[in-house]
């Protein structure tokens, strides 16, 4: 799953996936992400101190 401007993306085809109860899936081929299949955060993860 890919994300540019805020449209995301099939891994599968690459065409635009739609946001449907819960899921997203993709308007050409029909793939999809149940919410239990993907953690979408605005919030960076934890950074490591090295």
């Given at each position: 799953?890919?994300?540019?401007?805020?449209?995301?993306?099939?891994?599968?085809?690459?065409?635009?996936?739609?946001?449907?109860?819960?899921?997203?899936?993709?308007?050409?081929?029909?793939?999809?992400?149940?919410?239990?299949?993907?953690?979408?955060?605005?919030?960076?993860?934890?950074q490591?101190?090295?």
């Amino acid at each position: 799953m890919s994300e540019k401007s805020g449209v995301i993306y099939c891994d599968q085809c690459g065409a635009e996936m739609i946001n449907q109860q819960c899921r997203l899936i993709c308007k050409n081929c029909g793939y999809f992400y149940s919410c239990s299949d993907f953690v979408y955060s605005a919030e960076p993860g934890p950074q490591e101190d090295d």
